[in-house]
């Protein structure tokens, strides 16, 4: 069940509820599910996890890199100056 596809449905059914409202049936609807309903999102969950992990990593070995490079840049000049 993708919130982003069911929740603009129950907005609209039931307009003058909140958020929590529409969370709490969300969640009824979730717990009838059947595990083959169940699984097709939960393996995209899982793909989106996956896929924002490897976008994470990627950031990360750039900062890395930056500072590296920032840091020899900061040495260098230090060194030139004596």
Do not use: C
Request: aromatic share 6%.
């Amino acid at each position: 069940m993708n919130d982003l596809e069911h929740r603009p449905i129950l907005k609209e059914k039931f307009p003058s509820d909140d958020d929590r409202s529409i969370i709490l049936k969300l969640e009824e609807y979730w717990d009838v599910l059947e595990a083959k309903d169940k699984s097709v999102y939960t393996n995209l969950a899982n793909d989106l996890m996956e896929h924002h992990a490897a976008l994470d990593k990627n950031m990360q070995n750039q900062r890395r890199a930056k500072n590296i490079i920032e840091n020899s840049n900061n040495l260098s000049a230090g060194i030139f100056k004596l």
